[in-house]
């Protein structure tokens, strides 16, 4: 494509907005015109020719035949494309037909657009393209704008055309059809201030996915291949792989190959430019579906053999997306539920779907789910997918992200993954990658990712396109690939001052990314003492604590009056807004609830005979403490419940660590059972301690202590590391009483590329320093002699 063609279409077509639409249409709105105008007259330009056969065929099927209804086939015959149009008009003799009656024309252009096949029609609808007519024939601006797009100064035709001058006009192949839509939505998406998210993929950055996915395989591409793209756009994507592998891996001059191309996408607008644009090319343009990626699963059951996609990213999930992958906490989508063994080896249907801020990796995720077995093509499925950052370490272990890079790892389909510059896409400037996945790594891979650190190989624009300031050259996506195919470490080169640059490259297992989430314990120590005090909130139910105050102080005793409380509606619904209170109907309900004040006056009621048995007496020991404190109980025949026990015994208690623990309980192990124990733990019997079991005096006894959830810890330890050793090496020398909560333990995945490629830069020495200073001084002085001078 030349770029001074291409600059000169957009810029016209541009134009045509600010000359014809300004007074029509606030600015945010051109793009509803300019748009399906492109993509009609695009469409109209390639009919144009064959425009007098389908007129006889028309005649020939309504005349000759009788049919009632046309047949469509001999019409896609003629016209070579499967679309059609059967009126008898053409954008041209619209125009050149027109009147001064705006009626007259308006008619005729919906006859026009009524003439187009079905196919053509869903288009026109998705770009409520009528609508448009008709409020542009009712501003009288239809006929500026429709003279506008037949201009004999402007080709968007596939042929080369001679303007009014004598000059040549080149033709508009597909894909430079592909770079003016892209480059009009960007520039619209720009003017409108969209999301940073909702950006379109730079034609280098598709180059070197394509280069990624197909470039391994070479030769061994199927004659008849499956790609697919689940955020697809416009299709460039899509587009640009068919062109690729028929360019630079044809089957020869005696075969060809068949490609065929599936797509969904949400936005109305790009997937009528998406569809408009695979009837162009040839392709099924049934095969484009406009829904939700994540709302349905519209190709279940089918399963392809390449799959290149740049998803939504840092964009939150809409409701009904939330709705149709998941119930409350159930995942009821299999597509983003996933089989993974807990450390025990047990496996476990886990959850797989991300927090709703952010569902980038659910794409992912579903072209996983889509991958072809190498049993039914030889090759299986290759993935390019760009993500932002946090699909490579949000979320902590067991979370729907961890568990998605686990998944993909553990089932060793990760293969390679790029770091891109910062800058490269038009309205984004955060960093990127490209993720590639392979189902049927050749051995050498087996086992093992490649990272690759490209974020700064560029060259800089002499223009900024948006946020976009650089691109890749042909010789960075040849370099990148290069290295992708050698499968070997490269480390990043410096210049004279230390400043890297280049492309620097790694080999890691896949274990190297995996880590032990697990909660490091240690012993609760309280003492415990009876007070007025201390007791006073067990009168108010702990998650009603301060509309329950606020009601005792106002109405005292006397609350404990059904009819009272109820009263109190309006006004402690009042009170909570006024104080910032989130009130459901729910807690509401329980709030006003007579039951609610007499549970817990009947707490507070035990709390005070505790309180004049024991006096203020402070307990050292807890366990002293709740024994006497539940033999009291029982004496008194006072039946509490397991979470009443707590509610008092928290309420006056309180941690210090020079209190004695609180022992849990005491277990008695048969000889049997401890060597079980030891197994399970792979430990001695001396360790157990380690694991929370303290051995007494009494042979086979040990103490159970209670946890403090205030000491409560948690630490990460890499796969390749026992548990036990990382424990006795990095926890127990600053914590002795500490010991491994080993039924926490957590499995999760994260990828840290700065860690990896973190590139060190000396600092200055100080003899560096003191000069600069010294020549700061110098300046500074200088600068006053000239001001005092003055």
Known sequence: MDYSVHNKLVSFIWSIADDCLRDVYVRGKYRDVILPMVVLRRLDTLLEPTKAKVLEEVRFQKEELEFTELDSQPFENITGYVFYNTSKWTLKTLYQTASNTPQYMLANFEEYLDGFSDNVQEIINCFKLREQIRHMSHKNVLLGVLEKFVSPYINLTPQVQTDPEGNKLPALTNLGMGYVFEELIRKFNEENNEE???????????????????DPLKQSIPAIITIYDPACGSGGMLT?????IEEKYPLGS?????????????NDETYAICKSDMMIKGNNPENIKNSSTLETDTFQGQYFDFMLANPPYGKSLKKEELNSIKDGNSVIDDRFKVSLSNYWGTIENMDAVPRSSDGQLLFLMEMVNKMKSPKDNLIGSRIASVHNGSSLFTGDAGSGESNIRRYIIENDLLDAIVQLPNNLFYNTGITTYIWLLNNN???ARQGKVQLIDASLLFRKLRKNLGDKNCEFASEHIAEITQNYLAFAAQKRQSDEQGEPFGIASQIFDNQDFGYYKITIERPDRRFARFTAENIASLRFDKALSEPMQYLYQQYGEQIYQAEVLAKTD????????????ALNNKAKAKLLDIKTWQKSTALFNTATQLLEHFGERQFDDFNVFKQQAENLLKAKQIKLSATEKNAIFNAVSWYNETAEKVIAKTVKLKPNEKEALCRRYQCRPSELADFGYFPTEKA???ILYEASSDLRDSESVPLKQRIHDYFKAEVQPHADEAWLNMDSIKI??????????????????????????LALERQADGLISEILAD
């Open 196 to 214: 940073a998210g909702e950006h379109f993929t730079p034609r280098e950055v598709i180059e070197l996915m394509t280069h990624l996915v197909f």
């Open 240 to 244: 640009e792989s068919q062109n690729f």
């Open 254 to 266: 005696d075969f060809s190959r068949s490609i065929y191309l599936f797509g969904k996408e949400t």
């Open 441 to 443: 790594k050749p051995q």
């Open 570 to 581: 309006k006004e402690i619904t009042a009170w909570c807004e006024e104080q910032g209170i």
């Open 700 to 702: 086979g006894e040990f």
């Open 748 to 773: 999760g995945y994260e990828i840290s590329f700065n860690k990896y490629f973190y590139h060190h830069k000396p600092l200055r020495t100080l003899s560096e320093v003191a000069q600069d200073i």
